[in-house]
């Protein structure tokens, strides 16, 4: 690699941490070591080298206007204020607001580009994707009042894009997806203001009410705070999820393959990393074309490997079985393999890092979308009307790197085999009837006591915590405690590498959520897919209350979600739309407020006051787990399900008698 290797070389390689102590993961630790030894420099040694600025880790900061920057001491919040007079509590809830923001812009613009995808199959500009799942396409257009009886199926879509698209238009009103969370989840909503118009609108809003001199009542600024948060759970990433179900197809448990061991050396190995199906859909495409398959094979390969990473490669792994290379934090390391011939990238959660990793190895690394495209890497623009044209100038250029790999390969071989595709509406027929499905059971089962209650444990992984470690640690913590737990984003993968996505993984379960798993033959983790598909926990929570049994709200049910690893604006936007609709949501790795002030105060206590969930925080996934599952028990207990219940597990006949 001669010149190259010096060139990525920086101060970060001089105090190196073992790389047992920075990941779990097997696979990434060995890329590690040997990244090392190429000199080839990766974010976990960045991280180490780069200290987190402890005022900003707190949000004790302000760059919100030119009398500033202002900071303030987090250790005597209320010691001084800004230049203007901002408090602590203004400066970090403006500095909250604007992060809920930005994730909720990126779902929310994520999804519009989805529903323009949509749009366009409809109206037939766009011929390569097709509705593959009419059934959901009825069910939501029903859910959402458009008329489906006698119809043709595409009048039916065109009226559900006019309808979705208010979600993201509509100046005044509730988003469409409003009417799905239970009735008095709504009523909190509509108390405290806080219904969603259009996600446009309240991002809009929400940014000018962070202007220097706007809201300044870190009270009156947490409404528009859970209003647009709201606008993304309930709006665009539910969005997303249906439309991404209606096109691709609504995902069933499959057993996939996950670890970078799924990259074969002989073959041309692709990589498509980011959020985008459309994108991986195509790709699935141009790699089954016979004539490309050819050229592989002329080029010495014995077939073509497509792989995911991340979390458009969750969903291709929930619907399609496409193996999956790994998680956020093992995508600079995948490329150390050597072995990859093309990465295509698209939108979020995509390292610049990455293109000199590439550099080093080898590796084409293509960025595809108009929106996110990085300095010096090349761009091949994906477009909807013609996505083959890009997909398949992805393919040749990996033959042609395949032709000439002169980078060593070396694969760590582990594969994880785990079954992943379950969805909202697999939880109905899991547990319940293959004639009428029915969530009866997974209450039941609750209510008898064998599951204590359900865990959504999501989101990132972050260099400044141990890979993978967290995650899986509080996973197990729970099940151990017959908590059912719920996974999408890269904690999925964490899981699916730990082997914790098997039905034998309920062998570490707790003995009633085990004897529950080993009726059905369910893992004791259920993994729903990518992190905008957060929306399907949110529509499983909706379908627990309105079975009955278990409260009448969603903040009433004994349910808790973490996000034990995060790093993005999204988990943010994730975390406040999850407290907003009533969930305890704890956080790991750092949380940006001050303790001990009153902004903390209203996340963390107040906001459960009001019929919403609250916010919690630990780095410890033993604690965190505890502090969950206490939180589980008191929702128990306030339903009257502490006491035990003896029931019969539900089996088939009792299935059938219940669905009369
Ligand atoms: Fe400082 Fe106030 Fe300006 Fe923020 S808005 S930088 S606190 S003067
Ligand atoms: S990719 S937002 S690191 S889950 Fe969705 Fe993973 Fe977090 Fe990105």
């Not at 707190?58 to 901002?86: E, I, Q, T, W």
């Not at 519009?112 to 959901?136: A, P, S």
Request: proline letters at 3%.
């Amino acid at each position: 690699m001669g010149d190259k290797k010096d060139k990525t070389k920086n101060k970060s390689q001089k105090k190196l941490v073992a790389v047992s102590e920075l990941t779990t993961c097997e696979s990434t630790q060995a890329m590690l070591s040997k990244a090392r030894q190429d000199g080839v420099d990766t974010a976990f040694d960045r991280a180490q080298a780069m200290k987190a600025c402890p005022i900003g880790a707190k949000s004790a900061c302000c760059k919100h206007c030119f009398m500033g920057p202002c900071r303030l001491n987090a250790n005597d919040p209320y010691g001084k204020v800004g230049v203007c007079g901002a408090t602590i509590d203004t400066i970090q809830s403006r500095n909250f607001a604007r992060m809920v923001a930005t994730g909720t812009a990126a779902h929310t613009d994520h999804g519009m580009e989805m529903l323009k995808l949509f749009r366009g199959v409809v109206e037939g500009r766009i011929l390569d994707y097709q509705i593959q799942d009419t059934e959901k396409l009825f069910e939501v257009a029903d859910e959402l009042g458009i008329a489906t009886e006698g119809r043709e199926v595409l009048d039916i879509a065109d009226d559900l894009c006019d309808v979705l698209e208010t979600t993201y238009t509509q100046l005044e009103g509730e988003i469409p997806f409003v009417k799905r969370a239970p009735a008095k989840t709504q009523e909190m909503w509509r108390g405290e203001g806080i219904v969603p118009r259009g996600a446009m609108r309240e991002v809009m809003e929400l940014m000018d009410r962070t202007h220097m001199g706007m809201d300044q009542d870190h009270q009156n600024l947490i409404k528009q705070i859970s209003r647009t948060a709201l606008a993304d759970g309930w709006g665009g990433s539910m969005v997303a999820t249906e439309i991404g179900d209606i096109l691709f197809g609504t995902p069933k448990p499959l057993q996939a393959e996950v670890n970078m061991g799924v990259l074969k050396e002989d073959q041309v190995n692709i990589i498509i990393h980011g959020h985008e199906p459309n994108l991986f859909d195509s790709m699935i495409a141009s790699v089954q074309d016979p004539e490309l398959i050819a050229k592989a094979e002329a080029a010495g390969a014995q077939g073509i490997n497509l792989v995911g990473m991340c979390c458009s490669g969750l969903e291709m792994l929930s619907r399609n079985g496409i193996p999956h290379a790994g998680n956020f934090m093992s995508t600079e390391a995948v490329l150390v393999t050597g072995a990859v011939d093309a990465m295509a990238v698209d939108v979020q959660c995509i390292k610049q890092g990455l293109a000199k990793v590439a550099e080093c190895y080898g590796t084409k690394l293509f960025t595809t979308n108009r929106r996110a495209r990085i300095e010096g890497v090349v761009h091949v623009e994906f477009e909807d009307e013609v996505p083959r044209a890009c997909t398949d100038t992805v393919v040749e250029m990996a033959i042609k790197r395949f032709a000439g790999r002169s980078a060593v390969v070396s694969i760590p071989p582990r594969k994880d085999v785990g079954v992943h595709g379950f969805s909202h509406e697999y939880i109905n027929y899991m547990l319940g009837g293959t004639f009428r499905g029915s969530y009866t059971p997974l209450n039941d089962n609750i209510i008898n006591g064998r599951i204590k209650g359900v865990a959504g444990v999501v989101g990132c992984t972050n260099p400044r915590v141990k890979q993978d470690w967290v995650h899986v640690e509080l996973v197990k913590e729970l099940i151990k405690n017959n908590v059912l737990v719920v996974q999408t984003g890269c904690s999925q993968v964490a899981m699916a590498k730990a082997g914790l996505l098997r039905p034998e993984a309920a062998s570490l379960a707790g003995e009633g959520l085990r004897e529950v798993c080993e009726t059905v033959g369910m893992p004791p983790v259920l993994g729903l897919g990518a992190c905008v598909d957060n929306s399907r926990i949110l529509t499983a929570c909706t379908h627990m209350v309105k079975t009955g049994g278990l409260g009448e709200s969603i903040a009433d049910l004994p349910v808790a979600g973490a996000a034990p690893e995060f790093m993005s604006e999204k988990a943010i936007a994730i975390g406040q739309y999850f407290v907003a609709s009533g969930v305890y949501t704890v956080f790991g790795v750092t949380f940006p407020i001050v303790e001990n002030t009153k902004f903390h105060k209203l996340m963390f206590e107040e906001l459960a006051d009001r019929g919403m969930g609250k916010w919690g925080f630990t780095k410890d996934p033993y604690e965190m787990a505890a502090m969950m599952i206490e939180h589980i028990d008191g929702r128990r207990r306030a339903l009257g399900l502490d006491k035990s219940r003896e029931r019969v597990l539900v089996d088939m006949a009792d299935r059938r008698a219940m669905e009369g």
